[in-house]
């Protein structure tokens, strides 16, 4: 099993570029995460979903959207790039809510210019 | 709303020793979760340990143990025989019971350095 993967693992984009970012999980888990992490400041939330076909904001929602078309991917998409979206993006999946280990992907750098 | 505080941004040990990582948090929910994540130096993100908040009795993992003060919301993660795969950013991490959304909210992190 590959686990959780991500693509890519860096990319620099100029401010006003779009991208997606894109999840993949090979454990058949329900629920997936998308985080960020910046210095000082751990992880933060910025969507989740509890299955195919949903998604719902997490903490810092503004300024990403995303899809979960096929439960095994889920991609965050950023529609015009900000400097403030300078962070290492991670993905995480889990059997489901709660008590379950969410099991991370090795994070996706990114740099606005 | 919740929150996690880590107050120990840095920290070292020497190697075979022992240290503790702080961790508090807020929260007016009486039944929820609290977890220990380590980062290594790769970035990928691997569970240490994790506890129920109504039991009161104290996680242990092999050379990682926890120390759950619900009263004192405070949860600190002590690591025995302290080994240089150790180091690391440690994050604590807390979720709602009731939530079932697998939210984590994660605290801000506390590197350590182990010496040899």
Request: charged share 15%.
């Amino acid at each position: 099993n590959a686990g959780v993967t991500q693509t890519p693992k860096f990319r620099v984009l100029k401010t006003g570029q779009s991208m997606t970012l894109l999840c993949a999980q090979d454990m058949n888990h329900e629920y997936m995460y998308w985080y960020r992490q910046d210095p000082g400041m751990g992880l933060r939330l910025i969507h989740y979903s509890v299955g195919e076909g949903t998604t719902a904001k997490g903490e810092v929602p503004d300024g990403y959207n995303v899809s979960r078309l096929k439960k095994q991917n889920f991609l965050l998409g950023l529609e015009s790039a900000a400097p403030s979206q300078t962070s290492v993006y991670f993905c995480a999946s889990s059997h489901s809510g709660g008590w379950e280990t969410q099991y991370f992907g090795p994070g996706t750098r990114l740099l606005v210019l | 709303a919740q929150t996690v505080t880590q107050s120990q941004p840095e920290m070292s040990v020497q190697e075979a020793e022992t240290v503790t990582l702080s961790c508090t948090y807020d929260t007016s929910e009486n039944n929820y979760y609290l977890f220990w994540y380590k980062q290594p130096p790769s970035r990928q993100m691997i569970l240490v340990i994790r506890q129920e908040a109504y039991k009161q009795q104290n996680a242990t993992e092999n050379r990682f143990s926890v120390n759950f003060q619900k009263a004192a919301k405070s949860f600190s993660l002590k690591i025995s025989d302290s080994q240089l795969g150790d180091t690391a950013m440690y994050f604590c991490a807390f979720m709602k019971h009731s939530s079932n959304t697998g939210k984590l909210i994660f605290g801000q992190g506390t590197t350590l350095q182990v010496k040899p």
